[in-house]
């Protein structure tokens, strides 16, 4: 059995080998920290003078009742009204077009009420940035409208979609921002609100104590998803998936109500 000690030691680890680009890390980052959304939306979007008047980390979406919710990894608003969907995909899967059709779907339910029209639905933006060049082409954005197919025009319905290239590398501001959220060194960073806060998380006692919270919250998810996976062979004894799982026998007994109700 692992000490607190040790536990704490692997924590700190972890914790130094996350960068801004691992959601987790990037929520912490962007939280409470309004300047620093307002400078990467600014960024990927080419808007110099866009103002964020809202910005909130794992955001809840739940309007349509039986629906499959979503928590986006961060949601702002800007001063004129157009919403912001900001995630990190780091697998291709992740990035899948029909998972940013969804996305984008239920910002528009979220941003609707009974008895408004349909024109007063606002711009959203969902943005993926992913690790990988995701289209392969070398370019720093993809940006993904509709158009109508017989006149070439843009449809104009307000939807904008951005897959990021993280691995781009440039001396444009994009190339810059990708190159920082690749880094684990603030020290190494270009833009000076990323590297402090990057710095504050892994530096500062109660950044890294938040940190290293957040850190055993995301190792539990991950315990949980090994125990329910393990369920499925019915023939394991729970005493073993709690072993391997490093979870209780009562923590395994009630994934197991739960997931067999």
């Known amino acids: 059995m692992k000490t607190e000690e040790q536990k704490r030691q692997e924590d700190l680890q972890r914790l130094r080998s996350l960068r801004p ?6 929520r912490c980052l962007f939280k409470d920290n309004l300047p620093l959304a307002e400078l990467v939306l600014r960024i990927i979007t080419d808007k110099p003078d866009l103002t964020v008047t809202d910005f ?30 900001m995630e990190v995909q780091r697998s291709d899967r992740g990035a899948d077009p029909h998972r940013a059709r969804f996305h984008s779907s239920v910002m528009d339910v979220e941003n609707l009420d009974a008895g408004q029209k349909f024109s007063e639905l606002p711009d ?22 509709r158009v109508n197919l017989l006149t070439g025009k843009p449809f104009d ?7 990021v290239n993280g691995e781009y590398r440039g001396d444009s501001d994009i190339g810059k921002l990708m190159h920082d959220f690749n880094c684990t060194n603030a020290d190494e960073m270009y833009f000076e609100l990323l590297a402090d806060r990057t710095r504050y998380l892994k530096e500062n006692p109660k950044g890294v104590s938040e940190m290293c919270k957040v850190i055993e919250d995301m190792l539990r ?19 073993k998936i709690a072993e391997y799982a490093r979870l209780s026998i009562d923590e395994v007994r009630k994934l197991q109500a739960e997931q067999f109700a």
């Open 21 to 26: 680009i691992d959601d987790d890390f990037m």
């Open 56 to 85: 909130q980390t794992q955001k809840d979406m739940k309007r349509l009742a039986g629906a499959r919710s979503i928590c986006l990894d961060a949601y702002g608003t800007d001063s004129s009204g157009k919403k912001y969907d």
């Open 124 to 145: 959203t933006y969902t943005i993926f940035i992913v690790e990988k060049d995701f289209y392969g082409m070398g370019e720093p954005v993809y940006p993904i409208e």
């Open 157 to 163: 319905d307000g939807e904008h979609i951005l897959y």
């Open 221 to 239: 998810e991950e315990r949980l998803e090994i125990a329910k996976t393990m369920l499925l062979d019915r023939m394991l004894p729970l005493e």
